[in-house]
């Protein structure tokens, strides 16, 4: 079966979720080589097993992660011109995105960013106007690079026995404009990544002020979920924009998404209409919301969330 490409997505050896998913995809199109860039691979290794890998390339010359994004570039450029990949996969995120674009440019292919499925023959899915329309698109000319949205598929594990290659690339001088002078680590909380949480807990406008979110943070906190947020109790300042999840927020697609106090308009649902299990809690039977939902709790969030809280302390 002929290769095609995973660019790994991980901060200094910690493997996102993304790179499951996309190993994952690979999987159904062909060989998935991973391509593993910069140092850290020795701890990751066996996480690209486990979701079969069929191969890595690793490139764990420092000075590829050294600076910015171009290196990444130049790296796939070669080992697509030596190994003649099927397709190149990588995360539709900013740093993916700019690498997918780079990239066409250096082997004179398409790109389809923003990618939610691949179908034979390396046609992309898009979800646009908010999920109200689906799109079907194929790069026309060259290898195709795709940039695939994150939580767009599932990850399956197959454990795998993959080869190891070791490869580098002489970087060119425009690859070196941009270095990198300092990285810093974002403080983790306590509550689990919003992209990557298994069960999401977000709070609209109905939840009235900063400080009633304390009954989202508590219900989620009692579920081990991430907390997230609509636009409206983003914009208004209760919690942070980082936490907004929508067509200009986050996308999420967890095995479960309670909506509390959100009506369900279409930008808020681009970025959670994928989630496996939604419940909503709204006081108005008529709230949009309703329609999405498997299952809906007609009723004021001040008095569910909190016996909701309780019924589920009750039971750990
Ligand atoms: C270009 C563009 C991009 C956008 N991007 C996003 C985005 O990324 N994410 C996003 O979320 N929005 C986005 N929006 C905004 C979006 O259109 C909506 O305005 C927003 O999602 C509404 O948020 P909400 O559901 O919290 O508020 P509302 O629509 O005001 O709904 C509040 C809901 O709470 C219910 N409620 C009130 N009190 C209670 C109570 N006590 N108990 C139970 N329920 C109660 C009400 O019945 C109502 O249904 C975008 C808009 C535009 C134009």
Redesign the pocket.
């Known amino acids: 079966m002929a290769e095609i490409l995973v660019l790994v997505d991980h901060v200094d050896g910690e493997v996102k979720k993304v790179t499951f998913e996309l190993l994952t995809l690979a999987r159904r199109h062909g060989d998935a080589a991973a391509v593993w860039v910069g140092p850290g691979y020795e701890g990751a290794k066996d996480k690209l097993a486990e979701y079969g890998a069929a191969k890595v390339y690793v490139a764990a010359d420092e000075e590829l992660t050294s600076y910015v994004v171009a290196p990444k570039a130049e790296l796939l450029a070669q080992l697509v011109a030596d190994r003649s990949p099927a397709a190149v996969l990588v995360a539709a995120t900013g740093e993916g995105k700019e690498i997918a674009g780079r990239l066409a440019v250096k082997i004179d292919s398409g790109v389809l960013t923003d990618v939610v499925d691949v179908a034979d023959g390396f046609v992309g899915e898009h979800s646009i106007f908010g999920g109200a329309i689906v799109s079907h698109a194929k790069v026309s000319k060259g290898t195709p690079i795709i940039a695939v949205r994150p939580n767009s598929t599932a990850p399956e594990a197959a454990p795998s026995s993959p080869a190891e290659e070791q490869v580098s690339v002489t970087l060119s001088d425009a690859a070196k404009a941009a270095k990198v002078v300092e990285k810093v680590v974002q403080e983790k909380g306590e509550r689990p990544e919003l992209t990557e949480a298994a069960i999401v807990v977000s709070?609209?406008?109905?939840?009235?002020g900063a400080d009633n979110f304390k009954l989202i943070e508590e219900l989620a906190d009692s579920l081990g979920a991430a907390v997230g947020?609509?636009?409206?109790?983003?914009?208004a300042g209760w919690y942070p924009h980082t936490f907004?999840?929508?067509?200009?927020?986050k996308t999420v697609s967890p095995q479960l998404y309670i909506?509390?106090?959100?009506?369900?308009?279409?930008?808020?649902r681009?970025?959670m209409q994928t989630s496996k299990t939604i419940v909503a809690?709204?006081?108005?039977p008529e709230?949009?919301?309703f329609e999405l939902v498997d299952y809906g709790i007609v009723?004021?969030?001040?008095q569910?969330a909190p016996q909701l809280t309780e019924e589920i302390t009750k039971r750990k």
Do not use: E, W, Y
């Not at 907004?244 to 927020?249: A, D, E, K, Y």
């Not at 809690?281 to 108005?284: F, L, P, R």
């Not at 009723?299 to 001040?302: A, E, H, P, V």
């Open positions: 709070g609209g406008r109905g939840v009235g947020a609509s636009r409206a109790a983003t914009d907004q999840v929508g067509q200009t927020g909506a509390v106090g959100i009506s369900g308009a279409i930008q808020h681009a970025g809690i709204n006081k108005d709230a949009p919301i009723g004021d969030l001040f569910v």
